[in-house]
């Protein structure tokens, strides 16, 4: 009897761990990040790179810290961007909880401008990374991005125009074993973002909005505060 309360007693302190750790799917989390370009004068090369500070919450349950730069690279007489990178991950646990992991990443990536109706500004992005993650096998994963911005006041993203920012981005693994008998879905995540953007300057602009995270999972909103820096 007694061996019987004891099985019971830890599974049920087992289920108050798993419910304490759960990811709060109602919850809204904000991202700080900030996006930068830079060509260099008279050369096909330039760099860029993205800074980003993730939270579970608005401020203090780290979701991660993403700091990623890179190398481009824009063929004459075209208008598409190639890319070569590195990133760094932290990622925290949802809660109270410091834990984090860490990732290394480098990704190729080929970006694709197109202007629709002299005021639809779409781009399509095409990411490939190799990832390598505390804990795991070495892994890839295929991105596909759509953006789409929509000047209000103006036909150019430019200092004091308004626009409707869109995006959707989906993940897929590119391999589920990720060892030791553990596995992942093909499907990653999909994110769905619609927010409000402002031009600071001809080179500056700053994103609010909302993006919808949905993984395996959990489905969280996220509200996201961006900067966009061309120079």
Not at 7 to 13: A, N, Q
Not at 21 to 49: P, R
Not at 92 to 108: A, K, M, N
């Amino acid at each position: 009897m007694n061996k019987y309360i004891l099985i019971c007693l830890l599974w049920l302190t087992s289920g108050v761990v798993q419910a304490q750790s759960a990811i709060d799917d109602d919850q809204l989390g904000a991202w700080y990040m900030y996006f930068f370009t830079k060509k260099f004068k008279e050369s096909q090369f330039g760099i860029q790179g993205d800074y980003q500070f993730r939270n579970w919450n608005l401020g203090g349950d780290l979701e991660q810290l993403l700091l990623r730069t890179g190398v481009t690279y824009q063929p004459k007489d075209t208008n598409v961007t190639f890319t070569l990178g590195y990133a760094f991950i932290s990622s925290g646990d949802f809660g109270e909880s410091d834990h984090t992991l860490q990732e290394h990443r480098i990704y190729q990536e080929a970006l694709l401008p197109q202007k629709v109706g002299g005021r639809f500004y779409l781009t399509h992005r095409f990411r490939h990374e190799q990832r390598w993650l505390e804990h795991q096998d070495f892994r890839t994963r295929y991105r596909y991005a759509l953006f789409i911005n929509v000047p209000f006041n103006g036909k150019e993203l430019k200092q004091g125009v308004v626009y409707l920012a869109l995006y959707n981005e989906i993940f897929i693994n590119g391999q589920t074993d990720i060892g030791n008998g553990r596995s992942v879905e093909l499907f990653d995540r999909n994110r769905f973002y619609m927010g409000l953007g402002y031009g600071l300057k001809n080179n500056l602009r700053m994103q609010l909005g909302v993006m919808n995270q949905t993984t395996v999972a959990f489905t969280k909103p996220q509200m996201q505060v961006g900067f966009h820096h061309n120079f």
